[in-house]
């Protein structure tokens, strides 16, 4: 356990996540195991990449960790929180302060303006609303939004609007920020700005997991683990060369 | 590793000012949508509260009516005999109500078998009685003249005669300009005075009144009194009531009959409730049904925005939250048509006591029912919307749709 800060290549933090043979089955004939036996560990302060064709079982285990679903079997913790004894309002209250998502169509409240929907992050902590907006306003700007905090969701371009929906993840200081396919609707040079920023909030302290189909992304992640029918195919946690990272 | 429990602060918390800001903000993103729900519980309100304000708009005007022309006018008439035959009063009993105390003045009214003909060219029906009477019927009746003058002491034994308003109407007598003359058994009696309207005597607006000794002088008639009109004192209306009939026919008081002509109105008031509350159930249905358009519409909008949902779970709402925020939608937008409702409503009783010329009398408590009731509709047609989206599997919720 170390007090410095942690950047992504730097995996000495206490355990966040933790997953101990997961199964999820959807029911069928036969029935279909889009997770299978997934063990999975995440430390504090690592930039990890869940990688897998389409069908792979990845949004499904994304699900799983977010606590949007349940497993079928398995277990799985949470900052040392075991998920399966929470009733649905406990995990509801365990999104709204130690999980940050940010989805691949980003679900933006088109009639709210950058700072409003970057509150909406805080709204269901019971946060007072001043302060819901001052610490928006704050991590807005932590990435790059400064410019556009008072334009709608709907004046915003892919990028901002990404970056208003990964502000949004951020705003309550999560555990851990799932990014669900985070570039999937941008453009390529739009998505080498998102990387970098993600990079830079790990850098900064955040633990994130994206999980993505793009073989080349996630090879730009200090850590990768390929999902193949559910099953755990890889699990490569090797430091990357600098070239490797400088991909993004 | 070792588990620990879930920490307490974890818990999802919603500040009710943001329960009622995420209810809200579900309408201003969809205003016409929004409004036009509105318009079906605007419509229900608008009925009831207008039904309500006419009602009592009227029913004020007509107690003021009541109060105005006295509830202490009675009638006294022969009634009918245990046969079915029509029978008339004694020709002393006039003076004999008039030694009852409490009455204060008596008239009698004798109703002949003639009719009255504007001139001598036509004898068409025209449904008008002829009645010798009292010259002080006038003051029993509290009655006023348009034009002209009342019967007294001398014109009562001249040919001439009193029309009520709507005998004057009939034989085409709007004033008495150029003395105008009418036929009555072919006799020409001239018009002396035309009466007002009398609310509490319709039967008297539809005579010609002459005076008894005229009507003995220049039509042979025999006098025997039909009715008795009488005012007493205020508070023994009733003590008199009762003594009428053995005053009158000591033998027989079964046969007479007495009558408070102010029940009449009384009566037309009560009949209006009846009526009221069969529109104000309109109203309801018309409540109901715009409860049904909200329901309509909020499970509509909760397929629109399963993102929206699955984004707000993400975000830690609970069920409870979510269900909350559209019940609270609900009822918000049958808030607006509740308002818009009692402010049409209040509108038309204005509009319409105006032009009837009554005292607007618009209850406070229709209103804040009228509003109250739309919030109670709007939740509860939110209630199946709110327990539908709070039951969406987040998981699936938030998945893309294509």
Redesign the interface.
Known sequence: MTQEPRGGQNLVGD?VL?LVDVTKQYPGNPPVRAVDRVSLHVSEGELLAIVGPSGSGK??LM?LI?T??RPDAGRL?I????TA??S???L????????G?V???F?L????SAVANVA??L????T??KVRRKRATETCRRVGLGHRLHHTAAQLSGGERQRVAIA?AIVSDPAIVLADEPTGNLDSRTSNEIVALLRQLNDEGSTILVITHDRDLAASFPRRIALNDGLVADDDSRPLLDSGADRS | ???????R???????P??AVA?GA?GL??RKGRTLLTAVGIAIGIASMIGVLGISASSKADLIAEIDQLGTNLLQVQGGTTIFGEGASLQEEAPAMVRRITPVTSAAAISKLDTDVQRNEFTDERNGLDVLAVEIHLIDTLEGQLAHGRFLDRATSQLPTVVLGSVAADRLGLTDLTGGPTVQIAGRTFAVIGILDPLPLNPDIDRSALIGTPAAIEFLDAEIHPTAILLRAEPDHVEAVRAVLPRTVNPADPNEVAVSRPSDALEARARVDENLRNLLVGLGAVALVVGGVGIANVMIISVLERR??I????????????IASQFVLESALLAAIGGLFGAVMGAMVTYGYATRQGWRIDLPAEALGAGIGAALVFGALAGLYPAVRAARL???DA???RG
């Open positions: 355990t933790e949004s499904t699900n977010g949007l679903d913790s900052e040392g929180v075991d004894s929470m649905d309002a406990a509801a209250g365990l999104r709204a302060r130690r999980i998502f989805f691949q169509q679900h409240m088109e009639n709210l909406t992050g709204l269901y902590q019971g007072l609303g949004r | 590793m070792m588990l620990r429990r879930p920490r602060q974890w818990r999802s918390r919603l500040r000012i943001d995420s903000s201003r993103g993102g929206e699955g984004l707000r779970r993400a975000l830690g709402a609970t069920r409870t939250h599997d987040p998981a938030v998945r893309p």
